[in-house]
């Protein structure tokens, strides 16, 4: 059982290492302890037994173990009050009533990354309440379009799309219209049954070519229908993190950021802001993501910060509640 003082002391020594990236010994802790750096010692090292400490092999002092910072995180750690810089930076976005709900949380999301020197990740997913508003396709060349779709929540979404054979331009012009005039209106998760059963059995009727585009057409939907959307930013932080000054561990991280679905199991259902720690999430042990869903006016998704396990985890948490309920 951890006792009142070694509670203190852990607390100084996580939150001290968090600022300092720098192994605690006992003398920088003296003062505010008011006790000897004997009797600090001894607690250090009864913390270190209970694995919540441990001694690096550069110096006498201790760092935080994974243990230690799911103990602070559970029992010590409160969240903190916003500062005023970050409410105002934040602000602006919020007040923006030019930017669709989408980008408004996208752009809270690199204000935070910003702030903090993690990497912010949105996972966005286009929510049952969304209802196609239009569809449009620009002919790119003989074999090749792309294919837009534009929610009535104000969703936007492109997909390039192959073509098996040539089609010509008005061919295509006459499937978007016929397709506009029977879609718009239907939920975005009903789209690919009106396609199968409404469209399907009468695109014949009005266009020649119509197997080539409406598998094309079938194929771009399905794919905005499942598809999570990832917009990242701050991968670079990493670099301004002294724990990875290995370049091998580095580029091991960047490449993770760089797998697409590793990324999407970050996706979660929580509502509540839940933080894992080192080998507790699938990213990487030496990492912490914290993360959360939002399901805001018919949009819904994961919005997540991954940074080291020497993680800011008040201010984090602050800032990810702060953005829900600026949004709610």
Partial sequence: MISQRQSLLLKLIIEEYIKTAKPIGSKSLCKIMNCSSATIRSEMSELEEMGLLEKTHISSGRVPSEKGYRYYVDNIMKPKEL??????????????????????????MEIISDLTNYTAIVLGESSVENKVSRVEAIPLNDMELTAIVITDKGHVEHKKVLLEEKVSVDEIKQTVDLINKLLIGTPIDEVSQVLEFEIKPIIGKYVKQHEVLYNAFYTAFSDFTHDTNIKMSGTKNILMQPEFDNINKVKEIIGKFEDKDLISNIKTDDKDVKIYIGSENEFDDDMTVIKTKYSINGEQGTIALIGPKRMEYERVITLLNYIKDNFE
Avoid at 87 to 97: E, I, S
């Fill in 83 to 108: 500062n005023g810089d970050d409410m105002l930076k934040l602000q602006t976005v919020f007040h923006n009533k030019n930017l669709v709900l989408s980008d408004a949380i996208i752009r809270s």
